[in-house]
């Protein structure tokens, strides 16, 4: 079955600071990855996912994530965070095996400071 | 284009009391979704229309219904509200089960 952990409900880091936001999946099989970006009172947006080419995989606003089987991570990172960063991100994982259905991680609450 | 849009965008309700939230998609899409989202819980998958004429259950399908009205949409009943059933509920939609899930606004139901 397949699972995802979601490290941290909430970071904080300063504008202009790196932002790491941290998932790591459980899956029988070869996963397929995704960040979902949640905009206060808005629905989700997907920022990048990984289906087995790059491991290594840019989205929208800057953001990337590395695929690394041997650690089961996906952490999302952008190297200069900006104040309209801020938002809720979402980590999901579908497999094969759960007739590729996604299941989130509970989520991490990016704050960013002036 | 409007993408997913969800009616209405808020309703409270008393325990006991019936509901149905609406849900479309003007992308043409097969495969429709409904989760609900919960503080602390991440979205969790009510139940799915992998294509017109196709519902299945999610993590999370008791006390809800679904129909897949045509291939636009998908709706989500509530024959007896609980408190329990408090929360914001997202449509998806997506063009199969392995491609991106485009998300709708969100509908924040409260159950008095």
């Known amino acids: 079955a397949q699972s995802v952990t979601q490290l941290g409900s909430h970071v904080s880091v300063s504008e202009g600071a790196l932002v790491l936001l941290r998932c790591n999946y459980s899956s029988s099989v070869p996963p397929y990855l995704f960040w979902y970006v949640q905009y206060p009172n808005q629905g989700l947006q997907l920022l990048l996912k990984?289906?087995?080419?790059?491991?290594l995989v840019k989205g929208i606003n800057g953001f990337e994530a590395e695929f690394k089987k041997s650690e089961t991570s996906f952490h999302l990172t952008k190297p200069s965070a900006h104040m309209s960063d801020a938002a809720e991100y979402f980590c999901?994982?579908?497999?094969?095996?759960?007739?590729?259905?996604?299941?989130f991680g509970k989520g991490t609450l990016l704050t960013v400071n002036p | 284009n409007a993408g997913v849009t969800q009616t209405p965008k808020f309703q409270v309700l008393k325990t006991g009391q019936s509901m149905t939230l609406q849900c479309a998609q003007d992308m043409n899409h097969n495969s429709m979704y409904w989760y609900r989202q919960d503080p602390g819980m991440g979205l969790r998958l009510i139940y799915y229309?992998?294509?017109?004429?196709?519902?299945d259950k999610g993590e999370v399908p008791n006390g809800y219904n679904v129909s897949r009205l045509n291939k636009r949409e998908f709706s989500l009943r509530l024959e007896s509200a609980a408190p329990s059933q408090t929360s914001v509920y997202f449509c998806?939609?997506?063009?199969?089960?392995?491609?991106?899930?485009?998300f709708g606004p969100g509908t924040r139901l409260t159950v008095l």
């Open positions: 229309s992998a294509s017109e004429g196709t519902t």
């Open positions: 998806a939609s997506s063009d199969g089960l392995l491609d991106t899930q485009y």
């Open positions: 990984y289906t087995s080419a790059a491991t």
């Open positions: 999901a994982v579908s497999e094969w095996g759960s007739n590729y259905k996604l299941t």
